[in-house]
C-alpha cells in the first residue's frame, strides 16, 4: 500500500526504496506486482487508477478488498 500511495505521488523508486528502508529491487517487485493487478504496463498508466473512486475494481483488487 505505501509503494502505491508513492507511486501516485510520483516518487522515483530509489527515494521509494529509501523512504520505506527496502532495496530498490523489492520496490521494483512491488511495482510490478501492483501493474499486473492494474492490468497496466507502464507506471504513467497507473494514475489514472490511483485518482480513481476506491469501488473502481481495479483499485480495489490492488487494496485487496472485496465487496
Do not use: W, Y
Amino acid at each position: 500500500m505505501q509503494v502505491l500511495v508513492h507511486l501516485a505521488q510520483g516518487t522515483a523508486n530509489k527515494v521509494i526504496a529509501s523512504a520505506l528502508d527496502c532495496s530498490l529491487a523489492m520496490v521494483k517487485t512491488h511495482l510490478q506486482h501492483i501493474f499486473r493487478k492494474l492490468e497496466v504496463t507502464a507506471r504513467p498508466k497507473t494514475l489514472p487508477c490511483c485518482t480513481a473512486p476506491v469501488t473502481d475494481q481495479r483499485v480495489l483488487t490492488v487494496l485487496d478488498v472485496n465487496i
